[in-house]
């Protein structure tokens, strides 16, 4: 039961380049979300889908771009990496009622951008 | 706009001792959900216990009960017979009724000494 699987685990970028992490998960979960967590602070949301095709903001969306073409996958696209995009991203996702079931994270991907 | 405030940045206890992690938040909401997640070393998000303010009781699940103080805005963790496996970063977080934005606080670290 592989529950939700992120690539890469780490990566180093210089400023400037571009990256997608991807995410997938394998438990027919409409709900995904994308959320970065900066050393010694909680975990804050980038964006989410509620199902395929459909995509919202979060809190802290500039500078990342999202697609949902199929319910499995939600690929993070990071467009000119710049230093304050160094973090952990962690993908999440939950049955139909969202944020109010318990969320299944992955195992997070380690960024820095040099 | 809700905020929430762990104000212990680490906790230490003893094997097998009692130990209670804080959590205040501020809304002005009257139904809403309260989580606390646990993050080992693995980087691993998971969820510990979930409460929803509309009930009373306070949840608990094993030797993990949490006191829910509604009026006080206070949602505490507290963790009985603490394991060497209990060692980890928590996180308390706060959702509204229907909202698509977890709030979590900074974290408190717990080291569990045998």
């Known amino acids: 039961n592989a529950g939700v699987t992120q690539t890469p685990k780490f990566r180093i970028l210089k400023i400037g380049q571009s990256m997608t992490l991807q995410c997938t998960q394998d438990?027919?979960?409409?709900?995904m979300y994308w959320y970065r967590q900066d050393p010694g602070m909680g975990l804050k949301l980038i964006y989410y889908?509620?199902?395929?095709?459909?995509?919202d903001k979060g809190e802290v969306p500039n500078g990342y771009n999202v697609s949902r073409s199929t319910t499995e996958d939600f690929p993070l696209r990071l467009e000119l990496a710049a230093p304050s995009q160094t973090s952990v991203y962690f993908c999440a996702s939950s049955q139909d009622r969202g944020l109010r079931e318990k969320l299944f994270f992955g195992s997070g991907t380690q960024l820095s951008v040099l | 706009a809700q905020t929430v405030t762990q104000s212990q940045p680490e906790m230490s206890v003893q094997e097998a001792e009692t130990v209670t992690l804080s959590c205040t938040y501020d809304?002005?909401?009257?139904?809403?959900?309260l989580f606390w997640y646990k993050q080992p070393p693995s980087r691993q998000m998971i969820l510990v216990i979930r409460?929803?303010?509309?009930?009373?009781q306070n949840a608990t699940e094993n030797r993990f009960s949490v006191n829910f103080q509604k009026a006080a805005k206070s949602f505490s963790l507290k963790i009985s017979d603490s394991q060497l496996g209990d060692a980890a970063m928590y996180f308390c977080a706060y959702l509204e009724e229907y909202g698509n934005k977890l709030v979590f606080g900074a974290g408190t670290i717990l080291r569990v000494k045998s």
């Open positions: 409460q929803e303010a509309y009930k009373q």
């Open positions: 438990m027919n979960h409409n709900y």
């Open positions: 809304t002005s909401e009257s139904d809403y959900y």
């Open positions: 889908s509620v199902g395929a095709g459909i995509t």
